[in-house]
């Protein structure tokens, strides 16, 4: 599977991808775990203001396959949620770099450093094919 994957973001092992803007950060799915999941039916996102730490499931995302967990790859507060996706969950698929699912406030920037690299993350994905 030849997947896009974007220079300029951080990713995780579970397929988030993680936009950093000074002290917040916005997340969402991957190009890869979107092909993975197929055809997007139904997202569901947390309130603002939820916390979570590193590892906890914030979302929801289900497909004609299967329901699949999203998990945030650092700790935070969430302070912006992409309501647009509860109405257009296909923009997932469409546009998977555009539609962000949460926008957290970073809690300990240091967790920011297990994440990878673009090219990290097209190795990782190759050895999962």
């Not at 579970?14 to 190009?31: L, M, P, R």
């Not at 775990?33 to 590193?54: K, M, N, T």
């Not at 469409?94 to 450093?113: C, F, G, H, R, T």
Request: with cysteine; net charge negative; glycine share 6%.
């Amino acid at each position: 599977m030849n997947s896009k994957v974007l220079e300029d973001l951080l990713y995780s092992k579970d397929h988030e991808w993680v936009k950093v803007e000074g002290n917040k950060a916005y997340i969402g799915i991957t190009d890869y775990a979107q092909h993975a999941l197929g055809e997007i039916v139904y997202v569901e996102l947390p309130a603002e203001e939820d916390e979570f730490s590193r590892g906890d499931a914030f979302g929801v995302i289900e497909s004609v396959k299967a329901a699949s967990d999203a998990y945030i790859p650092f700790g935070g507060t969430v302070v912006e949620v992409n309501e647009a996706l509860e109405d257009s969950p296909e923009q997932i698929n469409q546009l998977p770099y555009e539609s962000w699912l949460v926008a957290i406030e970073i809690a300990d920037e240091s967790e920011l450093n297990d994440l990878m690299s673009a090219k990290e993350y097209e190795e990782f994905c190759s050895k999962e094919d």
